[in-house]
């Protein structure tokens, strides 16, 4: 991404490149992007948003500009101008004409800390002289290609020199990049959705924190030399500090098979897409009300798609319904028909107990270490009151059912330790899905801190 400040250049709309403006680029600390040029370049364009517009900064940089909005007039020393925001930047050696790429380079912030063991190290001069090493040049690289239908993943990670020789020695810093080269072209908003989002989703769920990209660069072969085109945007995500403490599954204990489960998390990720955008939004969530209702919504949408979602055989269903309908007054049966569209599909209790069955290897000691420790129950078969709660809690929450004295759960621990069992069994249906085995499922859960936090709840007094 361009390094933030200002930067002074020329400016005009693509069809009218004959009609330039002076003005300056400002990049905030966010990467929040404003030009203010002297002059009407808008002039009596009636558009809310000009798609593009153009630029050469001193450097003989060319810019485009997109989805920019006039947000204002300027005026002082008896000139006038305009101000304008923009969504994305594209900076390139040479004049851009077109922003539609077939390769692209990004940086996660989560991913280097998370692939390496150590992110800084000293290396020796005669070791990089040896290697050819010179300030910024990269070595002992290693890389990971990913085979997908449309595409072609690579993941390099290598040590960058970041400082000058001091007493023989190189101070240098782990870096990782990934690399997308695909088979067609496509615009940034598609690059995103297709394959920048997914991997930082992959990562936000292996590492349990928000993944989001740090740099991007892309590249077209189609449109002459090939040179790279810096891509920037506004940043809504601010720095965090790596925590280990946090993560999921580590890297080194998955290394060997690392390329297939990225296989496996894109096939996943394009068939329940939806399932997972609501699922990382939790990351986001921080009312418990709300948290809890989501992840319920998402375990049933789940089972929806994984799970037979009949109570009984179609054929029989669609007999029942025939003779039901056959019985009832003519000017009603449309009506009836509507209300017992759904009948057939298992209630919110049926899912949660096919769903906590099928990972019970898995999911059971935290269930009996947070009905033992919160819930004091000492009732054996603990999933069942457990799911229990889970339904009784869902009623009264969206169907107002303030009439049923059913227990449910009260807003604080109880909720609390009860969200987190609802996700730690969403992702181990995630493992299941990139081919973890549940011996496998079992080792990462127990090095998991909120796993092994709710475990101890049976020793709670």
């Known amino acids: 991404?361009?390094?933030?400040?200002?930067?002074?250049?020329?400016?005009?709309?693509p069809e009218k490149d004959d009609d330039k403006f002076t003005?300056?680029?400002?990049?905030?600390?966010?990467?929040?992007?404003?030009?203010?040029?002297?002059?009407?370049?808008?002039?009596?364009?009636?558009?809310?948003?000009?798609?593009?517009?153009?630029?050469?900064?001193?450097?003989?940089?060319?810019?485009?500009?997109?989805?920019?909005?006039?947000?204002?007039?300027?005026?002082?020393s008896g000139l006038s101008g305009e101000r304008f925001s923009a969504r994305i930047l594209f900076l390139g050696s040479e004049k851009i004409s077109s922003i539609k790429f077939?390769?692209?380079?990004?940086?996660?912030?989560?991913?280097?800390?998370?692939?390496?063991?150590?992110?800084?190290?000293?290396?020796?001069?005669?070791?990089?002289?040896?290697?050819?090493?010179?300030q910024l040049q990269l070595f002992d690289s290693d890389e990971i290609k990913i085979e997908l239908a449309e595409a072609e993943i690579?993941?390099?990670?290598?040590?960058?020199?970041?400082g000058k020789e001091y007493h023989n020695v190189y101070s240098c810093e782990r870096q990782t990049l990934v690399e997308v080269s695909m088979s067609k072209m496509l615009a940034l908003n598609e690059l995103f959705d297709t394959f920048v989002l997914p991997f930082c989703r992959l990562l936000c769920f292996l590492t349990q924190q928000s993944a989001f990209v740090t740099d991007i660069m892309g590249i077209n072969k189609g449109i002459g030399p090939d040179y790279w085109?810096?891509?920037?945007?506004?940043?809504?995500?601010r720095d965090q500090e790596y925590d280990e403490?946090?993560?999921?599954?580590?890297?080194?204990?998955?290394?060997?098979?690392?390329?297939?489960?990225i296989k496996n998390w894109f096939k996943l990720y394009s068939e329940l897409k939806f399932i997972y955008i609501y699922f990382f939004a939790l990351y986001n969530t921080y009312y418990l009300e709300e948290k809890f209702n989501n992840i319920v919504n998402v375990l049933e949408a789940y089972h929806r798609c994984r799970f037979d979602n009949v109570v009984q055989k179609q054929n029989v269903f669609d007999d029942r319904?025939?003779?039901?309908?056959?019985?009832?007054?003519?000017?009603?049966?449309?009506?009836?028909?509507?209300?017992?569209?759904?009948?057939?599909?298992?209630?919110?209790?049926?899912?949660?107990?096919?769903?906590?069955?099928?990972?019970?290897?898995?999911?059971q000691p935290v269930i009996d270490g947070y009905m033992s420790g919160i819930i004091k129950d000492s009732n054996k078969k603990k999933t069942n009151s457990f799911i229990q709660l889970i339904v009784s809690t869902r009623n009264r929450m969206v169907h107002?059912?303030?009439?049923?004295?059913?227990?449910?759960l009260k807003n604080g621990e109880e909720m609390y330790f009860a969200v987190d069992i609802l996700i730690i069994a969403f992702e181990i249906f995630t493992l299941r899905e990139l081919k973890f085995s549940d011996k496998k499922i079992g080792e990462v859960m127990n090095q998991n801190l909120r796993y092994k936090q709710i475990l101890l709840l049976k020793n709670k007094v």
């Open 1 to 13: 991404m361009i390094p933030k400040g200002e930067y002074q250049g020329i400016w005009w709309l």
């Open 154 to 162: 690579t993941i390099y990670s290598y040590w960058n020199i970041i």
């Open 400 to 408: 107002k059912d303030k009439e049923n004295d059913e227990r449910v």
């Open 321 to 363: 319904i025939e003779t039901i309908l056959s019985s009832a007054p003519s000017e009603e049966r449309q009506w009836l028909k509507e209300k017992l569209k759904f009948a057939n599909e298992p209630n919110l209790r049926k899912r949660l107990t096919e769903l906590f069955e099928k990972i019970s290897i898995n999911i």
């Open 245 to 261: 403490r946090k993560i999921l599954a580590s890297f080194f204990y998955m290394n060997e098979n690392f390329s297939d489960i």
């Open 23 to 76: 003005g300056t680029l400002k990049i905030d600390l966010d990467n929040k992007i404003t030009l203010s040029i002297i002059g009407l370049l808008k002039g009596n364009l009636t558009e809310e948003e000009i798609p593009i517009m153009c630029g050469q900064i001193i450097g003989t940089k060319y810019i485009v500009l997109q989805h920019c909005n006039w947000i204002g007039s300027t005026y002082g």
């Open 102 to 134: 077939n390769k692209i380079r990004f940086s996660i912030n989560v991913l280097t800390p998370w692939m390496a063991d150590n992110t800084s190290k000293i290396y020796d001069k005669a070791e990089c002289d040896g290697k050819k090493c010179k």
């Open 229 to 237: 085109i810096d891509i920037t945007y506004e940043n809504i995500v």
